[in-house]
């Protein structure tokens, strides 16, 4: 909501975590990648047609979160846009 009030960008909540994945904070790089797999769907697809969406992730370490975000979207909306903005990328081998 700050990011919105800064930019006039309006946010939503249509991409949601149906059940709760453990934090990936002491997982390695393999198993961040197959935490977040199917963890996230789209609850009103039809609201997302045509639209640019951008995706907002405090911490980009292997991408698979936010891949995981990006894929559910894509598959429920295929005529959006899809952009994704991050404070950080940390580098995890």
């Known amino acids: 909501i700050g990011l919105s009030r800064a930019t006039g960008i309006p946010t939503g ?6 059940h709760s994945h453990p934090t990936q904070t002491r997982k ?7 935490n977040p797999i199917g963890s996230f769907t789209v609850k009103y697809p039809e609201e997302l047609e045509n639209l640019h969406i951008l995706i907002v992730d405090d911490v980009i370490t292997t991408g698979s979160t936010i891949l995981s975000g990006l894929e559910e979207i894509h598959s429920a909306s295929p005529s959006s ?7 950080a990328i940390s580098k995890m081998v």
């Open 13 to 18: 909540d249509n991409l949601i975590a149906p």
């Open 28 to 34: 390695n790089a393999t198993e961040r990648r197959l």
């Open 81 to 87: 846009g899809l952009s994704v903005y991050s404070l």
